[in-house]
């Protein structure tokens, strides 16, 4: 029923900010007790939490990206957007976004992810 798609260019250059899309739909991102999050997975590595907007648009961030990572919401046009500054060659990854619950506290959906490559 819901369905998050992630979007935004595969390749970017060190130093430049990073962008990416994802759009829902099947559901509202303004429903309550839901969270919309960026979730990324570096090449042989384990996932890692990036940052997430809730319902009303406040929005959360792994300590370590925060001073990077931005996420914003469109309503109108049910996407959030996920902005990382001052990438590296570190910030390759998969990147997902994904639906989590309040209760239980569970990701119920997943975009398929999109590969983003920090290169020169």
């Known amino acids: 029923q819901v369905r998050l798609q992630e979007s935004g260019p595969g390749l970017v250059k060190p130093s430049q900010t990073l962008s990416l899309t994802c759009s829902v739909s099947?559901?509202?991102?303004?429903?309550?007790?839901?969270?919309w999050n960026w979730i990324r997975q570096p090449p042989g590595k384990g996932l890692e939490w990036i940052g997430c907007?809730?319902?009303?648009?406040?929005?959360y961030y792994n300590p370590s990206l925060k001073s990077r990572a931005s996420i914003s919401r469109d309503t109108s046009e049910s996407q959030f957007t996920l902005q990382l500054r001052s990438v590296t060659p570190e910030d390759t990854a998969v990147y997902y976004c994904a639906r989590l619950f309040k209760v239980p506290g569970e990701y119920e959906y997943w975009g398929r992810g999109t590969q983003v490559t920090v290169s020169s």
């Open positions: 907007a809730d319902w009303s648009g406040a929005t």
């Open positions: 099947g559901g509202s991102i303004t429903t309550n007790y839901f969270y």
